[in-house]
Every structure is written in structure tokens, then in C-alpha cells.
């Protein structure tokens, strides 16, 4: 009789809990706000980000009022990517070039910026494919730098079975060769959508 009792209460937590949605920072989601907003709501992940953009003279690009780019895609430049950069960037006596993100220069921060950003919403189930064992397949398009990528999806194994397991998506520069991984896809905000990229990437131009 208890385990019934213990049954029926759990299955009424599980029912309670059937539409609740726990925004863990960089989880996938729909935010009623603007990109630049989502970023102050989660600052352990984007306040250098955000320094980066208004150093970089780019504010407007993220907070909706540019009128050329209402809507945008970011490939999300985290807190340490931007970290990595500044500590592995260094001069012929290994001493770091820059110390803090305002020490970059503006033209060089908004070059790496615009790397990162396409015009337009792109989410991830819009994007094709890649040829497994190859570097083809996906979809190719242009940053606001004039960077040519190509964004694709990857698929996993799971429990020994190919191409069945969870969905990654990745983007590469042909040109340059780089590559980086999506660590949380589809963060929708009201000016676009955030694809926020591994904590292992380093800041680069792309």
C-alpha cells in the first residue's frame, strides 16, 4: 500500500513538472528579451563578451536598434574564449601582448566579432548535414566580415549504434582551416539566436 501511495505521488511530481523549463545560462530556449539583455541576465559567461562588443563599437548589432541587422546569428563568443586569447597572446619574451580585453585593438575586436555573426536567424535544424568522414556537407554562408563557413550538423553513436545519439553542430572556415564546436544551440532571443561555441575555443578572427 505505501509503494502505491509513493507511486501515485511521483507520478504527480513528474506531471507537475512536465512544462517547466530550468534555464541553466547557456541552455536551449526561447528569452523574451534581446541578445545584449540575455548576456547581462547571465554574466558568468558573457560580461567579457559584452565589453569585447561595446569596445568593439558593436552594441547596436546586438541589442536590436541597428537597423541593418534586426535580426542576427551569433556563433557565442563565452567568457574564456576570450580569456585564452588574451593569456596566448604574447610577445618574443612569452610576456602577454594584451593584459585586459580594452587593451585589444577596436579594429581587431570588431573584425574577430563579425567573424562570428551572420546576418539573419539560423537555427540549428536549418543547417545540413556534414559527409561523415569528410570535410563537405552543411551549410555554407557568410559572416558580416566576409568570411565564408560552413555550418553543419554531426551525428553520435549511442549504445554502440551509429547515428542514432544526440545532434552537434559545428562550423569551420575553409579558408583559414578552423574549426569549433557548438556547446549549446538555439538560445532564441527577441533580435536573433545565440549558438554559444565550446569553452575550449579560442577568440580568433575565423
Known amino acids: ?15 507537475s513538472c512536465e512544462n517547466y523549463y530550468h534555464d541553466s545560462g547557456l541552455a536551449n530556449g526561447k528569452h523574451d528579451c534581446t541578445m545584449w539583455e ?6 558568468g559567461d558573457w560580461d567579457s563578451t559584452m565589453i569585447l562588443i561595446e569596445h568593439a563599437g558593436l552594441k547596436d548589432v546586438f541589442d536590436g ?3 541593418g541587422y534586426k535580426e542576427i ?11 585564452q586569447f588574451l593569456v596566448k597572446t604574447i610577445d618574443d619574451d612569452w ?10 585593438p577596436a579594429d ?6 563579425l567573424s562570428h555573426v551572420i546576418a539573419g536567424k539560423m ?4 543547417c545540413a548535414h556534414e559527409v561523415k568522414g569528410t570535410l563537405t556537407g552543411g551549410t555554407m554562408t557568410k559572416t558580416l566580415s566576409g568570411v565564408e563557413l560552413r555550418v553543419y550538423r554531426t551525428k553520435s553513436g549511442y549504445g554502440g549504434i551509429p547515428d542514432i545519439g544526440a545532434e552537434g553542430l559545428r562550423i569551420h572556415a575553409p579558408v583559414s582551416g578552423n574549426m569549433a564546436s557548438i556547446a ?13 561555441l565550446d569553452y575550449t575555443y579560442q577568440l580568433t578572427r575565423l
Open 65 to 67: 536598434t541597428n537597423p
Open 184 to 196: 549549446s544551440a538555439d538560445i532564441e532571443v527577441t533580435n536573433g539566436v545565440i549558438h554559444a
Open 38 to 43: 540575455y548576456f547581462k541576465s547571465q554574466p
Open 95 to 104: 610576456e602577454p601582448v594584451y593584459n585586459r580585453v580594452k587593451d585589444i
Open 123 to 126: 537555427m540549428k535544424s536549418e
Open 73 to 83: 546569428t551569433f556563433f557565442g563568443v563565452t567568457n574564456l574564449s576570450i580569456e
Open 1 to 15: 500500500m505505501k509503494g502505491y501511495i509513493f507511486l501515485i505521488g511521483l507520478l504527480g511530481i513528474l506531471c
Open 108 to 113: 581587431l575586436c570588431r573584425e574577430m566579432l
